[in-house]
């Protein structure tokens, strides 16, 4: 018995090892539960590994089966990605899916694609053009006091038509915003430079015709106003410590109207493919890059025909090979000591 208690004393062999060690070393109470307790901090700390992880709140690779080359319908009704509420939809004229996906390298660091691509059919200059909009799920994307990255790659198609600004009229742009009246990144309606709407603000970045451009507009959310900042071309990143393009910015903090993300609208006048559609948390969110082949062959730090290692699988894969470890020397050092006690 207990000289202090009526309860008496439990046997250190009755006691799981780990508990038993753990009370002499730590005084804690010998009816302590070290299974339960193990079982409970394995689930804390893997949970805790996945909020950590990198948080890309929307992606659209538009991964699905082609509808044709340069189709002018079929985008609608589609649901795959990532952070979506409901299928795309045509709000003005449809879009079709390309037959090929849109890639992007610089730096010899190549932007993560998967897919083909979206394809504006041809516009005209009356307020006829594709429009296609789908609602995000995530309402925390355009809270105030925070920054969200948006990315996208656009390639506007090689037609003599569309490269002058028709006369008093809307004229042609390409590219996508975040509400129906704000948030837009691309080619400025009956302007002939990349930039942000609105107001409209023009980079001093020229269009380029049948080349794939990668468009990357930092958020940083405020009340009233936002401030926007663009880059036209940066580099990738490689990972998570690159957190902002080693490029100057092509706009510097402009304001704009309240960039809300309700929904992702994607709007075309002209001819035009859009291509890796994402919104994150950080630049390596939503600009994930991986090394060229090439430059990988030459550097031997990974072969040619690996995979880009994703970050969440790292930070998931090494805490559950610590477990695994501690679990097995757990119940090695438990075996011995039972056979040591017969």
């Avoid at 890059?289 to 290692?309: C, D, F, I, M």
Wanted: include cysteine; charged fraction near 15%; aromatic fraction near 10%.
């Amino acid at each position: 018995m207990n000289p202090n208690t009526s309860e008496p004393v439990k046997n250190i062999q009755e006691q799981p090892f780990w508990g038993g060690l753990l009370a002499r070393k730590s005084k804690l109470p010998m009816g302590f539960n070290w299974r339960s307790s193990w079982v409970f901090g394995t689930v804390a700390f893997l949970a805790w590994c996945a909020s950590a992880s990198a948080q890309l709140f929307v992606y659209e690779g538009f991964d699905y089966p082609p509808d044709g080359s340069k189709p002018t319908s079929g985008l609608a009704g589609k649901s795959g990605g990532q952070g979506f509420s409901a299928a795309w939809r045509s709000t003005v004229l449809p879009a079709g899916v390309d037959n090929f996906g849109l890639t992007y390298t610089k730096n010899g660091v190549d932007l993560l694609v998967s897919g083909n691509s979206a394809y504006a059919q041809l516009g005209t200059t009356n307020w006829l053009f594709a429009e296609m909009r789908r609602p995000t799920t995530n309402a925390s994307i355009g809270v105030n006091g925070i920054t969200r990255w948006f990315s996208m790659l656009v390639r506007l198609a090689d037609n003599p038509a569309h490269k002058a600004a028709p006369v008093g009229q809307i004229g042609w742009w390409a590219g996508v915003k975040m509400t129906g009246s704000a948030g837009w990144f691309g080619r400025n309606a009956n302007k002939l430079a990349w930039g942000v709407e609105a107001p409209a603000v023009d980079s001093p970045v020229a269009l380029t015709y049948g080349q794939t451009v990668l468009l990357v507009m930092r958020v940083d959310y405020l009340a009233g106003q936002d401030r926007t900042t663009l880059w036209v071309n940066p580099t990738p990143a490689l990972d998570s410590s690159i957190v902002a393009p080693a490029e100057a910015p092509d706009i510097n903090e402009a304001l704009l109207s309240e960039v809300t993300s309700s929904d992702l609208v994607l709007s075309c006048s002209c001819e035009a493919n859009l291509d890796e559609i994402r919104i994150g948390a950080t630049y390596y969110d939503a600009v994930p890059g991986t090394r060229t082949k090439l430059n990988r062959a030459a550097s031997k730090e990974q072969s040619p025909a690996a995979k880009p290692v994703n970050e969440f699988t790292v930070w998931l894969g090494i805490p559950l090979i610590v477990i695994a470890l501690g679990l097995g020397i757990c119940f090695a050092i438990k075996s011995r000591s039972r056979r040591s006690g017969q």
